[in-house]
């Protein structure tokens, strides 16, 4: 795509926090991410990504239990970026793992709070990844939480910005 630009996705990060600040201390839920960590520049569409991670920060804090904690963390790959979600949550059975990119997909729960949603979240986010030419993956312990591995290429030293 020919929209993606130099970024810092740690800037984009913090920006996502502060909005959620709010929110998430009503749901009685810490966010964290650790401010010492890699500042690496990922090639990418500034508005989407922000969809993207806004998506998986907003699931994290409502398919968590309360006094749950959500965690962001940025790692620094050789050619790319790897920004997981994590939380300590209701999880996500196996069964239906495979399913929760699908459009519309959202998990029956009997038990426990109900949650709102659309189930368009994540199929969103899967193809802004896929656009960016990077991975979206979920594990998930039942009962234990989940976690959402985000890879975005890199940008090449050259593109950088100034
Ligand atoms: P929307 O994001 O469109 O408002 P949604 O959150 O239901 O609605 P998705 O974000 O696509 O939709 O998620 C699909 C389903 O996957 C959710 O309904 C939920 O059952 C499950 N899910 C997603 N993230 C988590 C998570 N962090 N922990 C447990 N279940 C999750
Ligand atoms: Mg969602």
């Known amino acids: 795509a020919d929209n993606l630009h130099p ?6 990060l913090e920006k996502l926090i502060d909005f959620f600040g709010p929110i998430i201390q ?12 890699d500042d690496p520049l990922v090639l990418g569409d500034k508005e989407a990504l922000e969809q993207v991670f806004s998506n998986l920060i907003s699931n994290a804090v409502k398919y968590n239990r309360p ?6 963390t940025i790692k620094d790959k050789d050619k790319s970026v790897v920004v997981e979600v994590q939380d300590t949550g209701i999880g996500i059975a196996p069964e239906h793992l495979s399913f929760i990119f699908d459009q519309f997909y959202r998990v029956n729960r009997k038990e426990g709070p109900k949650t709102k949603g659309t189930g368009l979240g994540l199929s969103i986010a899967k193809k802004i990844v896929e656009a960016h030419e990077g991975t979206i993956r979920a594990i998930s312990e039942p009962g234990k939480g989940s976690t959402f591995t985000v890879t975005l290429p890199k940008a090449e030293a050259e593109n950088d910005c100034p």
Do not use: H, R, V
Request: charge should be positive; proline fraction near 0%; glycine fraction near 4%.
């Open 7 to 12: 970024l810092s996705i740690k800037k984009l």
């Open 26 to 37: 009503k749901e009685n839920i810490s966010l964290k991410m650790d401010l010492t960590q």
């Open 67 to 72: 006094k749950g904690t959500a965690t962001i």
